[in-house]
C-alpha cells in the first residue's frame, strides 16, 4: 500500500469512529506537543529585573501618591504633629490655583518645542552621518557624545556663560551689546531650549543613525534610481521602516523634556522673575521644599505622572490603530 493510499485509509478509520480531525498545518499532521510552563518561561526570566522596578519604581510612586492625599508639611515631618488626611483636597486646592495652569500650560508649550527640535536636529544628523566619510563621521560622533555626557548642571553653566551679557562670546559676535537672554520669559525659555536640544540630540542621532544603516541598501538605491529626492526618501522610505525606532525616542524625549527641572532652575535661577519661567517640576519643588507643602508638592508629582502615562498609552494605541507593530 502506497503513502497515499495509507493516509486515504487512516481518514475513512477517521470518519468511521467518529473522531476529530487532527488540528495541523497538513491533514493527519499531529502538532508538536507544548512542553509545560512554556507560558510562565519568559516570566522567569524577567522576575529580577520587575523585582528591582518594584524596589525603585513601585514603591516611591505609592509614597508619592500616599503623601499627595494627607496633609504633610515640616510640622508634620519634624514630628511635632500627626498628619492628617485629606483626601482629595490637596488636588482640589491644586487644580483651583491658576497658577498651576499657567505652568502647565507653559511645561507642555515647552516640551513640545523640545521634543520637536531634538527630534528635527537628532534625525538630520543622523541622515549627514550617513553621507559623510569616516574621519568627519567619528569627530562628529564623539562631539556629540561628549554634549551627551555632560552633566546637565555644568552643562547650563556653560551656556549660561557662553550667552552671559557682560562676559560671553554670543553677544558680541552677534552684536547685540549686553543683551540678556534670562530676563525676558520667551528669550530665557529659548535659551533653555537650546541647552535641552544641545544635551538630548545625541540619543537620537545615534539611535536613528543605527536604524537607518539597518536598512538595506538596495532599497534606498532603488529610491534613488526613480529619482526621489533625499527629503523624498526620508519621508517615503526610512520614516515608514524608522517608524518603531521613532517612536521609541518621541516617548523618551517626551518624558526627558516634560520633566525638565535641572536646565530651568540653573539657568533661571529657579524659576526665572517672578515665576515667568516656571515648569511643573520646578513648580512642585518650590511647592515642596521651599514652601514645605510636601503633600501639596507630591500632588503636582502624581499629576505630572499621569499626564505622561496618558499620553503615552495615547500615542501607542494610535499607533496600533495604524496597523504598527511596537
Known amino acids: 500500500m502506497t503513502a497515499p493510499s495509507r493516509a486515504q485509509a487512516a481518514e475513512r478509520a477517521r470518519v468511521e469512529r467518529g473522531l476529530p480531525r487532527p488540528r495541523g ?4 499532521s499531529a502538532t508538536a506537543p507544548r512542553l509545560p510552563g512554556h507560558r510562565s518561561t519568559p516570566w522567569l526570566y524577567l522576575a529580577p529585573a520587575l523585582v528591582v522596578l518594584g524596589g525603585l519604581l513601585v514603591y516611591p510612586v505609592y509614597q508619592l501618591g500616599l503623601i499627595s492625599v494627607f496633609e504633610y508639611t515640616q510640622a508634620q515631618v519634624s514630628g511635632g504633629e500627626p498628619a492628617v488626611f485629606r483626601g482629595a483636597g490637596n488636588y482640589a486646592e ?3 490655583d491658576d497658577r498651576f495652569w499657567q505652568v502647565l500650560l507653559a511645561t507642555v508649550v515647552f516640551a513640545a518645542a523640545c521634543v520637536v527640535s531634538t527630534l528635527a536636529v537628532g534625525c538630520a544628523l543622523a541622515v549627514l552621518l550617513t ?14 557624545l561628549g554634549a551627551w555626557a555632560t ?41 533653555v531650549l537650546l541647552e535641552v536640544v544641545w544635551c ?27 529619482g526621489a529626492s533625499q527629503w523624498r526618501i526620508w519621508r517615503s522610505v526610512l520614516t515608514p521602516m524608522l517608524r518603531p525606532i521613532l517612536v521609541v525616542v518621541t516617548i523618551q524625549s517626551v518624558i526627558w523634556d516634560f520633566k525638565v527641572f535641572t536646565q530651568i532652575y540653573v539657568m533661571t535661577n529657579g524659576g526665572g522673575i517672578a515665576g515667568q519661567n516656571l515648569v511643573l517640576n520646578v513648580y512642585a519643588y518650590q511647592q515642596a521644599f521651599a514652601s ?32 504598527e507593530e511596537l
Open 25 to 28: 498545518g497538513r491533514r493527519g
Open 94 to 96: 491644586l487644580f483651583g
Open 131 to 144: 553621507r559623510v566619510r569616516a574621519v568627519p563621521r567619528l569627530a562628529l560622533m564623539l562631539a556629540a
Open 151 to 191: 552633566p546637565a548642571v555644568t552643562g547650563s553653566t556653560v551656556w549660561l556663560f557662553l550667552f552671559d551679557p557682560d562676559f560671553g562670546p554670543v553677544n558680541r559676535i552677534l552684536g547685540i551689546g549686553d543683551f540678556s537672554w534670562t530676563y525676558g520669559r520667551y528669550s530665557a525659555f529659548f535659551l
Open 200 to 226: 538630548s540630540f545625541p540619543f537620537v542621532m545615534v539611535t536613528v543613525y543605527a536604524g537607518i544603516r539597518a536598512v538595506p541598501a538596495e532599497v534606498l538605491e532603488a529610491a534613488a534610481l526613480d
Open 292 to 323: 514645605s507643602q510636601y503633600g501639596l508638592g507630591s500632588a503636582i508629582g502624581v499629576v505630572m505622572l499621569l499626564i505622561l502615562l496618558a499620553v503615552t498609552l495615547v500615542y501607542l494605541r494610535l499607533l496600533r490603530r495604524q496597523g
